[in-house]
């Protein structure tokens, strides 16, 4: 049996908790300084290295019956989840009216449908050249702003401008990630993060949106003209922070290990308790960067009870459509 390699499973734990973390303190960003240049740094880097990594682990995708084993995986749960989530809305008071819409994903369900889509535009990608292959994605993640017609719905947006990571870590082996965790780059990666944070935190008049990749020019500042080439620098600083990231991951199994193998039960569950928290009167309990070690606690707390035996056992229907709980870590997610 093959083993997992904990190095992958210690990055993805690390990167749930910070978007477990990012959506808790995103209710205090408008009025905390500290809390924004955390928040904005923790998207410099957290879903362009998920998506690195699932492209990484993307290779099998010319496999027989690879894409109607990942519409089963990813697609089915996108809407069963879309219409859980949906009613939940309308009962926590989050919207006024059910909005039932496939097509308009909920929050952070938008993940799967770009997910799934990356993976199919292997097929054409992968034809060319790597370096011509990513040249023309990131050309693509450029252009894609120009037009307010792709935006969120259907997810269209991330897709583009995401894929370039996908299409990266599908080029990238193994060895790679060895070297870029020898003690040099990590050192340099710590010094990068902590340069990235400080200027966040100095020049706080950037648009955190830019990296959402949701949106058209025309709707983030500055000007639309201007998009394009702002795109282009957002583009390097995200790669640069997701690689320093990447260089700092433990490589050894930790007792938080295991919970990298949960990741999509995190990722699909976890926003039922956010919207319940940004909804309720505890949100204006926790209201100043002070109490950030609460928070902190709060997300871990929350990834690791999400990961547990308990909670997959009972969600496995609807996330993994299986009605048997498997000890055997090899069907997790990866």
């Not at 707390?301 to 308990?310: E, I, Y």
Request: aromatic share 22%; net charge positive.
């Amino acid at each position: 049996m093959k083993t997992r390699d904990a190095y992958y499973d210690n990055a993805k734990f690390l990167l749930v908790f910070f978007v477990v973390f990012g959506h808790f303190i995103q209710s205090y960003i408008e009025e905390d300084k500290l809390f924004y240049t955390i928040y904005t740094t923790i998207y410099t880097f957290h879903m362009p290295a998920f998506i690195l990594i699932s492209g990484f682990f993307a290779k099998g995708f010319q496999k027989k019956g690879y894409i109607k084993k990942l519409f089963k995986k990813l697609l089915i749960p996108y809407l069963i989840f879309q219409g859980i989530y949906s009613l939940y809305y309308f009962f926590i008071n989050e919207v006024k009216s059910i909005e039932l819409d496939p097509l308009n994903p909920q929050w952070s369900l938008w993940f799967l449908v770009s997910l799934f889509c990356w993976n199919v535009m292997l097929y054409v990608f992968t034809k060319w050249k790597a370096g011509i292959a990513l040249l023309i994605s990131a050309a693509l993640g450029v252009s894609v702003g120009y037009f307010d017609e792709i935006n969120s719905y259907l997810s269209l947006s991330r897709t583009f401008v995401f894929f370039p990571f996908f299409l990266l870590g599908y080029y990238l082996n193994n060895d790679y990630f060895v070297r870029i965790r020898e003690k040099k780059f990590r050192f340099t990666s710590f010094f990068i993060l902590i340069s990235i944070f400080i200027t966040i935190y100095l020049v706080p008049e950037f648009e955190y949106k830019w990296f959402f990749g949701s949106k058209p020019y025309d709707s983030l500042e500055p000007a639309h003209l201007n998009g394009g080439l702002i795109r282009i620098g957002v583009y390097c600083l995200t790669l640069l922070a997701t690689l320093s990231f990447l260089a700092l991951v433990p490589r050894k199994k930790f007792f938080f290990t295991q919970w990298g193998t949960s990741t999509l039960y995190v990722y699909l569950l976890h926003g039922f308790f956010i919207k319940f928290f940004r909804n309720s009167e505890y949100v204006d309990i926790i209201n100043h960067s002070d109490q950030i070690i609460v928070l902190i606690l709060l997300s871990i707390f929350l990834v690791v009870f999400l990961s547990s035996k308990m909670v997959r056992r009972i969600s496995q229907p609807i996330i993994e459509l299986r009605f048997s709980f498997l000890n055997n870590t090899s069907h997790q997610q990866r």
